[in-house]
């Protein structure tokens, strides 16, 4: 049974600009380390990371918390299987309000935007 969804989208030119504005460190605070590797890898690492930071966004929303006390953004990590298929992976406080439940992730981007849906189920 679906217990709830969520979805975000990021425009690709407004989160470059804010990540190469930004002090150093930033993506530290946004991303884990396997995140930061998975990005790393691709030409166009921008696209994946706010694909990334949008499955995120998608998570809180479908737990319906947002970012909330006691929680950061590394709380949620998005894994990629070998197929290349993305999982959720939630730690602390994400993990505790997940509970028995089952997430499913859907990202996508284009030359504009990047897109994630997610989908808790019990």
């Keep these: 049974?679906?217990?709830?969804?969520?979805?975000?989208?990021?425009?690709?030119?407004?989160f470059?600009?804010?990540?190469?504005r930004s002090r150093p460190g930033f993506l530290k605070r946004l991303f884990t380390d396997s995140e930061v590797t998975y990005c790393e890898r691709f030409?166009?690492?921008?696209a994946s990371y706010a694909a990334v930071f949008a499955a995120k966004e998608a998570y809180l929303k479908a737990l319906r918390t947002g970012l909330a006390p006691g929680m950061?953004?590394?709380?949620?990590?998005v894994v990629h299987e070998r197929s290349g298929a993305p999982t959720i992976v939630p730690h602390r406080l994400c993990a505790e309000l997940l509970g028995n439940g089952r997430v499913h992730v859907s990202l996508s981007h284009s030359?504009?935007?990047a897109h994630a849906v997610v989908i808790i189920e019990d």
Excluded: N, P, Q, Y
Excluded at 43 to 46: A, G, M, Q, V
């Design 1 to 14: 049974m679906i217990r709830a969804i969520g979805s975000d989208v990021v425009d690709l030119e407004h």
């Design 16 to 20: 470059e600009r804010v990540v190469s």
């Design 43 to 46: 030409k166009d690492r921008f």
């Design 72 to 77: 950061t953004w590394t709380d949620v990590e």
């Design 111 to 113: 030359r504009r935007t």
